[in-house]
């Protein structure tokens, strides 16, 4: 999510929220969406659940305001009636956007508090129990690959949303692990029916590539009904492969009043999604830096290839000084990768004398 404030009177403000490609998806259950009404549909579910009655803008499938606005994943722009950006930061600050709209309107004789707003705030669609089918620890930090769902082969909504996903390996050298994850999509309130068959998937390795094994299948669950999702690790080769992969997979989407079968299939291919975004599991002490790391080029405001303590979103200002392993109040791109590995095993950071 993005703030965009457009000033239009030297007394007044207007606020506006960006809905763009999720920095975390599968945070709060939620997942990418892979058209533009569903993209809608996420702004009419934020708008229930925040109870804010700011408007929202909504950017395109192509994330063109996304890449235009450096990619930030919480940023915020103040534009002023000539559209000239008057101030920006990577990360949304609300003491430091008090002081900026301070400066370029003016003050106020009375601030206006959360409580004066009058939001009415609603939890999460929660259509079926989680924590049912234990989830994939993975490692390492693994990236999005691109991927494409084939409309053209399915006449109904992709209920449930593949995430391919690559191991550092994979994607550096051709060979490593890939992640295949099934996602229910919760905006249309489907879950898993346990008494119907499992979900099965087929991967379509094109020539040159190997992928192992090519076909899988859901696990057994007890319970009636799940929303967790169905994860795989699989060992893939990219080889000579120039062709993406075609992934197919066979499920049934079910509500409370209806259950059907389905067979849907993505296109995959061997880069990385730089709109991917990143999943929040595996050891959740090292998400903070896994963020940073994913998010590093972003946060650089001025290029110069490392981050100031300023550059950095105010919770990750905190631990600061535990990056910064040489002491020279900055962080570089090694030191993060330093830390992300401490934390994923655990071990304690240590500064560099």
Known sequence: METILRDYSPKGVQFFYLYKALAHPDLHGYITPVTLDERMKHIREAKRTLGSQIP???????????????????????????????????????????????EHIGRVDRVTQVSDLNMKTAEPPKHAPTGIVPRLALSERYRQLRAEPQFSKTKNPFYVKLRAEADPALLREGKGKLYLGFYLDPIYGVHWNNEAAPVTFEVFAPEGATVTPLKGRGPKVEQPADADPREFLLDAARGTATAPMRISFRYYACTDTWCIPLTQEYLVHW?????????????PAAN???????????????????????????????????????????????????????????GPPRKKR
Not at 76 to 91: Q, T
Request: proline letters at 5%; one cysteine or more.
């Open 271 to 283: 880069d990385a999604d730089r709109d991917g975004g990143a999943r929040q599991s595996g050891n």
């Open 288 to 346: 903070g830096p896994m963020r940073l790391l994913s998010q590093y080029d972003a946060f650089d405001a001025n290029r110069d290839g490392k981050l100031s303590k300023e550059e950095l979103p105010v919770p990750m200002q905190q631990r600061f000084s535990m990056m910064d392993a040489n002491s020279d109040g900055f962080v570089d791109r090694a030191e993060v990768e330093v830390m992300v590995e401490r934390m994923r095993n655990q």
């Open 56 to 102: 929202w803008l909504c950017d395109t499938m192509s994330n063109e305001l996304k890449h235009t606005l450096a990619d930030a994943p919480n940023s915020e722009f103040l534009i002023n009636p000539e559209g000239k950006v008057v101030a920006r930061r990577a990360w949304s600050d609300p003491d430091a956007l008090r002081k900026d709209l301070e």
